[in-house]
């Protein structure tokens, strides 16, 4: 189940899945509420574990003045306060009352559900309309985000949090290998590639600020 873990879990996982099926009897693999469907709808369980785990984590973060960066990360900040006000936090210098991880967990419950994983970043799959990898593809499935189309700088569905810091800054610093090793010459594919690292290195300095930045006291946006 390990593979639910990774990013595109239920995809890593239907690759694997094929890879089993070579190794194992064909009717293993094929037969409908076999032992594929069994296996499919663990790993189904699996990410939502996974989901819930990773969402919770993210709500802690907050509370622990770590904010998500991202076009997504104000929609997100003003979901956690929503979840804080309804546990009865009525400020964050009050003492904190503890409350039992699940019933944070119930309150995520949802946010969790429309969490899918980005190599570099969480999408947060909550509105079709506002899925831009949607838009870019002209995509007549609107029922799952297309990460392969997934421009996490710009959709609004979009956060970058600590973990996909190391993405973004080897991401930034390849491209700036590549711009030392292409000639002078080749001033398309230096744009390009400048894009790409001042794109990356905009992304890790956001990221750094929203774990750095003091943010007052203040719990987020609105307040
Ligand atoms: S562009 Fe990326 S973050 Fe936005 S909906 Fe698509 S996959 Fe999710």
Known sequence: ?????????????????KHLSVATTEGYANRPGGAQAKFLAEIGEEEQKRNLT????????????????????????????????????????????????QEVITLLGRRAGALHLGV?????????????????AKAKDRSRPLAGMCDSARCPQATHHPCHRPVWASSAANSRIFIGKIGRGQKTERARLQAQADRAETIVAAIDTAQTADHGGDRGPDH
């Open 1 to 17: 189940m390990e593979i639910a873990h990774r990013p595109g879990g239920l995809l890593a996982a239907k690759i694997q899945l």
């Open 120 to 136: 570099a970043n969480y999408c947060w799959f909550l509105d079709p309309d506002k899925a831009l990898c949607l838009k870019l």
């Open 54 to 101: 990773l969402t919770l984590q993210a709500f802690h973060d907050y509370q622990n003045g770590n904010w998500p960066a991202g076009p997504g990360a104000r929609e997100l900040l003003t979901f956690f306060r929503s979840v804080e006000d309804e546990l009865g936090e009525l400020h964050v210098t009050t003492p904190v009352i503890k409350h039992s991880d």
